[in-house]
C-alpha cells in the first residue's frame, strides 16, 4: 500500500505540469519519513535510524528495492509519454492541450525517435 498511495497523488500533477524541484523534495521527505525506524537518545542527541538507502528504495523490486518510484524520473517518463502520442495519436480529444514540457525531455525524446515521411500522407515513426 505504502508504494502505491503516497506515489500516485504525485504522479496526478506530474502529468500535466512541471513540477517545481521542491515539491519533488518535499514529497520525498514524507515519503521517506515512513521508512525511518524510531527516534532513540544517543549520549545527549536524539538520532532516527534509516532503514535503508533511499536509492535502493527507488529500485524495482526485482532488483532488490521496494519498488518506489523516483519521481523525477517519473515525470520525465510521463512527460515522454505525451510527446510520444501527441506524435502518433493525433485524433485524439485531449491532443489540443499544451502541456509543459522540459527542454531536457524533449531532447531525449528527439534522440530516441526516427520519424521518416513517406508519401506524404503518413508519417512513420520508429524507436
Known amino acids: 500500500m505504502f508504494r502505491f498511495v503516497p506515489s500516485v497523488i504525485s504522479i496526478y500533477l506530474l502529468v500535466t505540469m ?4 521542491w515539491v519533488i523534495k518535499a514529497t520525498d521527505t514524507i515519503r521517506r ?3 525511518w525506524k524510531k527516534k532513540l537518545m544517543v549520549g545527549t542527541a536524539w538520532r532516527a ?3 535503508g538507502a533511499w536509492e ?4 524495482p523490486i526485482d532488483f532488490g528495492g521496494l519498488g518506489i518510484l523516483n519521481l523525477n524520473i517519473m515525470g ?3 512527460h515522454m509519454i505525451w510527446l510520444w502520442l501527441r506524435k502518433t ?3 485524439r480529444p485531449w491532443m489540443g492541450l499544451d502541456i509543459p514540457i522540459q527542454p531536457h525531455v524533449r531532447a531525449i525524446f528527439a534522440i530516441s525517435v526516427i520519424s521518416l515521411v513517406g508519401n506524404g500522407e503518413k508519417e512513420s515513426v520508429f524507436v
Do not use: E
Not at 18 to 21: A, C, E, L, S, W
Not at 56 to 59: D, E, L, Q
Open 18 to 21: 512541471n513540477v517545481p524541484k
Open 33 to 35: 519519513a515512513f521508512l
Open 49 to 51: 535510524w534509516c532503514l
Open 56 to 59: 535502493k528504495v527507488n529500485r
Open 76 to 78: 520525465w517518463t510521463l
Open 89 to 91: 495519436s493525433v485524433t
